[in-house]
C-alpha cells in the first residue's frame, strides 16, 4: 500500500461551512416537523418521528454503500486513504444504524405498543445488517495495523453491502406487514407537505452525515500526521 | 403531556444527545491533538537549540 495523503487544505477548509450547512438543514427539518407539516389523522403525534428515523434509516445504508465503496477503491488502487475514509463511513453507519434501532424502537412503542418485535423481518434484518457492522470493528482492532487489516476490513466491509438491499426491500416484501411502507409503486404515500419535510430531513441527515464523516476523517488523518512527525523527531 | 408527545420528544432527544456526545467526543480529541501539537513544538524547539 502506498503512504497515507496528507488532509487537503482546500477539503479541511470546507468542513466549517458543511457542519454550518447540517446545522441549518437540521434546524430547519425540525420546524417542519413541527410547525409545517399536517399531523397525520392515523397515528397522530407520534407519525412526527417519522421525519428523523427514516432520513436517518437511508443515511446509515448510504453510509455502509459509501464505505464499501472506498473499501473497492481500497482493493483496486492500493491506496491507504482508502482504508482510513471506508472504516469513517462505517463508523458514521454504525452511528446512524444505532440512532435507527433507538428512534424505531421508541416509535414502535408509541405505535405498536411494543418496544421490539422479532417477528418482523424488516427489524431483525436491519438489526443484523447493524450487528454485522459492529462486528467490522472487533474484527479490525484484533489485527495488527498494515496492509493485512485494510484488506481484510476491506473485504467485510464490502460483504455487508450485500445486506443494505435485503434489508432494505423487505420493509416492501413482506407479508405481515406492521412496519409501514410509505413509498410505494404509486410514489410516496403523503401529503405534499410530509413528503416536503421528509425531502428536507433527508437532506438534513446526509449532510450532517457528510460533516461528521469530514470531521472525523480530519481528526484521524491529524492524528496519523502527529503520530509520523512524532516519531520523527524522536528517532 | 400526552404519551404520544414524550415519545416524539424522547426520540428527538435521543437523536439530539447522540450528536451532543460525539461532539464533546471531537472536542477531547481536538483538545488531545493540541497538546500533542504542542510537545511536538518544544521538543523540535530543544532539537533545534542542541544543534
Given amino acids: 500500500l502506498s503512504t497515507s495523503s496528507p488532509n487537503n487544505p482546500r477539503s479541511a477548509s470546507r468542513v466549517p461551512l458543511v457542519a454550518a450547512a447540517a446545522a441549518g438543514l437540521v434546524g430547519l427539518a425540525i420546524v417542519f416537523a413541527f410547525f409545517v407539516a399536517p399531523e397525520d389523522a392515523d397515528q397522530g403525534i407520534s407519525q412526527r418521528i417519522f421525519y428523523f428515523h427514516v432520513p436517518i434509516a437511508l443515511t446509515a445504508y448510504a453510509c455502509f454503500g459509501w464505505g464499501a465503496l472506498k473499501a473497492l477503491l481500497l482493493l483496486w488502487r492500493r491506496e491507504e486513504r482508502y482504508d482510513l475514509e471506508s472504516y469513517v463511513a462505517v463508523h458514521q453507519g454504525t452511528i446512524f444504524g444505532a440512532l435507527t434501532l433507538l428512534t424505531g424502537s421508541i416509535w414502535a412503542k408509541a405505535s405498536w405498543g411494543h ?121 | 403531556v400526552s404519551a404520544g408527545e414524550k415519545y416524539v420528544a424522547a426520540a428527538y432527544g435521543v437523536v439530539f444527545v447522540a450528536v451532543l456526545v460525539y461532539v464533546a467526543i471531537i472536542a477531547a480529541k481536538l483538545a488531545r491533538l493540541e497538546r500533542e501539537t504542542a510537545e511536538l513544538a518544544e521538543l523540535a524547539r530543544r532539537r533545534d537549540a542542541g544543534g
Fill in chain 1, 115 to 235: 418496544w421490539w418485535l422479532w417477528e418482523e423481518d424488516q427489524l431483525v434484518l436491519f438489526l443484523v445488517l447493524f450487528l454485522f457492522y459492529s462486528a467490522y470493528f472487533m474484527l479490525r482492532f484484533s489485527i495488527e495495523e498494515g496492509p493485512r487489516r485494510a484488506n481484510i476490513s476491506a473485504v467485510y466491509a464490502l460483504f455487508g453491502v450485500v445486506l443494505v438491499p435485503v434489508s432494505f426491500l423487505a420493509i416492501r416484501l413482506a407479508e405481515n406487514v406492521i412496519h409501514p411502507t410509505v413509498f410505494t409503486r404509486d410514489g410516496p404515500q403523503m401529503t405534499g407537505t410530509m413528503f416536503l419535510t421528509f425531502c428536507i430531513a433527508w437532506l438534513a441527515m446526509s449532510v450532517l452525515a457528510y460533516a461528521l464523516y469530514r470531521v472525523e476523517l480530519l481528526g484521524k488523518r491529524l492524528d496519523a500526521n502527529l503520530r509520523e512527525l512524532r516519531e520523527a523527531l524522536t528517532s
